[in-house]
């Protein structure tokens, strides 16, 4: 099936309000990967290891059980299933923050690395992929802390 066009309008034309859509939030593999394809375009990339695997299928086992054994509802087939793939809400670690540029990206205070050391003048990343593993709680609040102290690194500089 789908996941755009008719087939999904109807589907929750069938369904409506009884339809459920559920996310994991847990510690995977940190087995996704960034790199440049032709013309510098970024492609995002998940070899899931068996810890990434092993976390779905339990989280899945667990939510039929709630669903279908508690509920008494059914459980459709999941976006792996359907596409053969796999997607993340919240992809870190893209900009990972370090003590070098040759361990990560940017600086403690989002200040990026230049490759031979130093910083890029104005130049700052101030979010998710500064960190440098997955935290297993929603990212928001941490992504806003990352920030907060970055920004008030900047005012005391005098940025």
Do not use: Q
Not at 77 to 85: G, V
Not at 106 to 131: I, N, Q
Not at 134 to 158: H, Q
């Amino acid at each position: 099936m789908r996941m755009f066009g008719l087939g999904p309008k109807h589907l929750m034309r069938k369904w409506g309000s009884r339809l459920l859509h559920v996310g994991v939030m847990g510690i995977d593999g940190m087995d996704g990967r960034v790199t440049l394809g032709p013309g510098g375009v970024p492609t995002v990339s998940f070899d899931t290891d068996a810890r990434t695997r092993a976390m779905w299928a339990a989280a899945k086992a667990g939510f039929r059980h709630v669903i279908e054994d508690g509920a008494g509802g059914r459980m459709l087939p999941s976006w792996e299933e359907i596409r053969d793939d796999s997607f993340t809400i919240h992809p870190l670690g893209t900009c990972r923050m370090a003590t070098s540029p040759e361990l990560g990206v940017v600086r403690h205070d989002g200040a990026v690395w230049k490759a031979g050391g130093g910083v890029h003048e104005g130049l700052y990343v101030m979010d998710t992929s500064t960190f440098s593993a997955p935290i297993g709680v929603n990212t928001s609040l941490t992504a806003a802390a990352v920030a907060e102290r970055a920004c008030d690194l900047m005012v005391s500089a005098g940025v």
